[in-house]
């Protein structure tokens, strides 16, 4: 995730002069969308997701407390920034914005110098906090999703397949016979093989809602929504044909001369006899079918397609 790019900022005032004002101090440093009315700020602070919102007070029909109140109340657009610029200048005006959940006030008429410094400021404050969340759901070693992230995500993709009748699939890969990798080549070794495993792993899968992570130790966790059993179980097959192509040397291996990975899958469909009704049950088919995998020789995969309730 590229966290230096380019910000943007929604200025919102039914001013025309502050309006064309506020896009030139900002355009040579940040993409800036303008809205005219507090109506057509919410629409576009919905379909543009700006990192920070510039909002007039004092404008007709819907006012900035009022924006700023629908802001809040809409999952999509609360965590937005609000800077207020008006020319209310009593401090309970200030005040009241601030309550409301306003990250700053800026008296009209404004001065440039103030306004840059200000924007600066809350840009490198949603820069520094949206960095802190992403590394909060990855996984330093290898760089993918943490287990927290995962659970989070599978949750919510599990609900979103029940209501849409589509198909979820879900696998984990072991690493076979890592902790006699690590006893033969060392621990820093281990480190570089399990992130090249996480890097392949990732790599190969086809789709943006899929997502790789990393669940505990060797275990990595592939989650694949909308996509069937056939579908998944190539797409993982694949996978460890890759682990096993980058010709990692595993001398102390009984499976095989090179760095292996086992895996097992299952794959929720549509209702029927043997049913899962549950991501917890779907998790730990897959665990199954894991440990099936180990106990059949290792280095391959097994899957399940299990029919939802």
């Known amino acids: 995730m590229n966290f230096a790019g380019t910000q943007k900022v929604l200025v919102a005032d039914d001013d025309v002069v502050n309006r064309q004002v506020l896009a030139e101090l ?3 440093e940040h993409t800036v969308v303008l809205a005219k009315n507090g109506a057509q700020a919410l629409e576009l602070a919905a379909r543009h997701l700006p990192d920070l919102m510039l909002l007039d007070v004092v404008m007709p029909d819907m006012d900035g407390y009022e924006v700023l109140r629908r802001l809040r109340t809409d999952p999509r657009t609360a965590h937005i920034t609000v800077i207020f610029i008006s020319g209310l200048g009593r401090p309970e005006d200030e005040a009241n914005g601030l ?4 990250a700053d006030y800026i008296a009209k008429p404004f001065n440039t110098t103030v306004v840059m410094a200000r924007v600066a400021m809350h840009l490198q404050m949603v820069r520094q906090r949206r960095m802190l969340e992403h590394l909060a ?3 330093g070693l290898t760089e993918l999703a943490n ?3 995962f659970d989070e995500v599978f949750e919510a993709e599990w609900q979103r397949c029940r ?4 198909p979820l699939s879900l696998a984990m890969l072991d690493i076979d016979a890592f902790k006699q990798y690590n006893d033969h080549y060392g621990h820093p070794a281990g480190d570089r093989a399990l992130r090249a495993v996480a890097r392949t792993s ?3 899968l086809r789709r943006p809602g899929d997502l790789a992570a990393r669940y505990g130790g060797e275990e990595l966790v592939l989650l694949m929504p909308d996509t069937d059993a056939a579908q998944a179980q190539q797409v993982v097959i694949a996978i460890c044909t890759a682990i096993a192509g980058l010709g990692i040397a595993h001398e102390a291996s009984a499976v095989a001369p090179v760095l292996t990975v086992s895996a097992g899958g299952a794959t929720l469909v549509g209702a029927g006899a043997d049913p899962i009704e549950t991501c917890t049950e779907l998790f730990a088919a897959t665990d ?3 440990y099936q995998a180990k106990k059949s020789g290792r280095n391959r995969v097994e899957w399940r397609a299990a029919p939802l309730q």
């Open 26 to 28: 900002l355009k040579p």
């Open 147 to 149: 287990r927290r992230r």
């Open 288 to 290: 199954r079918l894991l």
């Open 137 to 139: 759901h990855v996984d």
């Open 202 to 204: 990732a790599s190969g």
């Open 163 to 166: 209501r849409n009748g589509r």
């Open 99 to 102: 309550k409301l959940g306003a």
